[in-house]
């Protein structure tokens, strides 16, 4: 995968669809090149539904839609990938029912993880969390800068950073080595969604061309 | 499939890891055809442990293992198959994802619900709920014997029977052309979950006997 594939990349929140389907096309427009869907509460039947939606609309933005955990739900929506945390399906046994054609991610809190999530077929791995967040609780404790390097010099695939990442973060994080920003509340919570993504996607994008990563 | 293939179905409650597998084990033990697991609560991981524990379990008894909803943990443990309710995957889709060989059950409350899930794909359907019941919350009106014969009488795939099914009901339900009948509370709730199978089990061949489906 380009260094450069995910971008700004918008992790929606659990919202009701039709506000979900906005905020992602506000964070498309704004130059979101990832829109993930994550599935707790809503149906199945349903939430491939809003997938096959949102599909449509990362596709004709020339963005990836990436479904979290559920691979079954990204298989029927047509969504480039899937998302797996560590409680969810082992990489080789996603890759193993998905096949080649499908992006899988893997969460991933050290550089061991992210080796061995590589070894089993990640095509890129996301730090998380960078930094403290209160949009999950769930999580480890903050890697900081330093942890951020130490994955993304272990793997020589794309590294996405996530939890907490703020405008101002994003060039050192680049300079770890990180290639593509998740973000929840910074684009869902913004006054203006479109307006917050195009800032984060020009600050990645200036990122990524001071190290060489991006034209 | 053969119409007594299903048999005695049992819906694993959702209780700890360990006392599903006991139970399921002593269903089995008892005479159980079928285990259907769901996975509300338990993270994807820890389920497609849980059904390749219960697969396993399966496979010594002959017998098969349903995974409710969730396509990717059935494939991922190599289920026998995947029950879809009317919120789940729809079985067309399911069945161009999962191929042929895997069994698709789907749940009806109408013979016309019933008739298109089998048009779709599905190899058994089962008439949800027959009675009423305190298991399930989230259901239409019971159906009846009346209702289940509509529909077993509108499709030629084995219908299975659920919802607040005891012993005393098994031959009327045959007769009105159930082949299966699953349970919960029936054997997860009876003192002796082994031989409260093993009843059920030999009422339903005895009546599928008499109406010349078993031997």
């Given at each position: 995968m380009e260094p450069d594939r995910l971008g700004v990349y918008f992790v929606l929140p659990d919202i009701e669809v039709s506000e979900q389907i906005a905020l992602a096309l506000s964070a498309l427009k704004g130059g979101a090149r990832t829109i993930q869907l994550r599935t707790k509460g809503a149906s199945t039947r349903t939430t491939v539904e809003t997938a096959t939606r949102l599909k449509t609309l990362c596709a004709q933005h020339e963005a990836v839609l990436i479904i979290n955990d559920r691979l079954d739900i990204a298989l029927a929506s047509g969504a480039d990938g899937v998302h797996l945390g560590q409680d969810d399906l082992p990489v080789d046994m996603a890759r193993r029912l998905a096949g080649e054609d499908i992006i899988i991610?893997?969460?991933?809190?050290?550089?061991?993880?992210?080796?061995?999530?590589?070894?089993?077929?990640?095509?890129?791995?996301?730090?998380?969390?960078?930094?403290?967040?209160?949009?999950?609780?769930?999580?480890?404790?903050?890697?900081?800068?330093?942890?951020?390097?130490?994955?993304?010099?272990s793997v020589s695939v794309p590294v996405v950073g996530i939890g907490g990442i703020k405008n101002k973060h994003v060039r050192s994080l680049v300079q770890a080595g990180i290639t593509s920003i998740a973000v929840v509340s910074e684009i869902a919570s913004a006054n203006d969604p479109e307006t917050a993504t195009a800032t984060l996607a020009k600050e990645l994008r200036l990122s990524?061309?001071?190290?060489?990563?991006?034209?």
């Open positions: 991610g893997a969460s991933v809190s050290s550089p061991a993880q992210a080796s061995e999530a590589v070894r089993l077929g990640s095509d890129y791995v996301a730090v998380s969390p960078v930094f403290d967040t209160p949009t999950k609780s769930d999580t480890g404790p903050a890697l900081g800068l330093d942890g951020t390097r130490a994955i993304c010099e990524l061309v001071q190290i060489g990563l991006s034209n």
